[in-house]
């Protein structure tokens, strides 16, 4: 299982940018995949998470301006973020689980000015 983050950047605040999770291994229509975040200091977060039968949840803190969604045909799964604000300054990861183990793609930095 091979999960490669990618399309983060700098960006000023009210801006938009989207993530995009490049996976193998695994068929994402029937995974449940997730979004997560790490900002300096503090402890890696859930943004949003994606059901194999395509409900979305989001952290309260993203909810309304975060949308996550995935193609299958491209076993890629998207993080579509606006509205940025400097506290959503972080490294994103994507997330599987996969029968009980935890799969990590290395992460992509998203830096918000102000």
């Known amino acids: 299982v091979q999960l490669q983050a990618y399309g983060g950047g700098l960006v000023q605040a009210g801006g938009s940018l989207r993530l995009s999770c490049a996976t193998s291994g695994i068929i994402i229509s029937v995974s449940n995949m997730g979004w997560y975040r790490q900002a300096p200091g503090k402890q890696r977060e859930l943004v949003a998470r994606?059901?194999?039968?395509?409900?979305?949840n989001y952290a309260d803190s993203v909810q309304g301006r975060f949308t996550i969604s995935r193609d299958n045909a491209k076993n890629t799964v998207y993080l579509q973020m606006n509205s940025l604000k400097p506290e959503d300054t972080a490294v994103y990861y994507c997330?599987?689980?996969?029968?009980?183990?935890?799969?990590w793609g290395k992460g992509t930095q998203v830096t918000v000015s102000s």
């Open positions: 994606l059901t194999s039968f395509g409900s979305a």
């Open positions: 997330n599987t689980f996969q029968r009980g183990v935890a799969y």
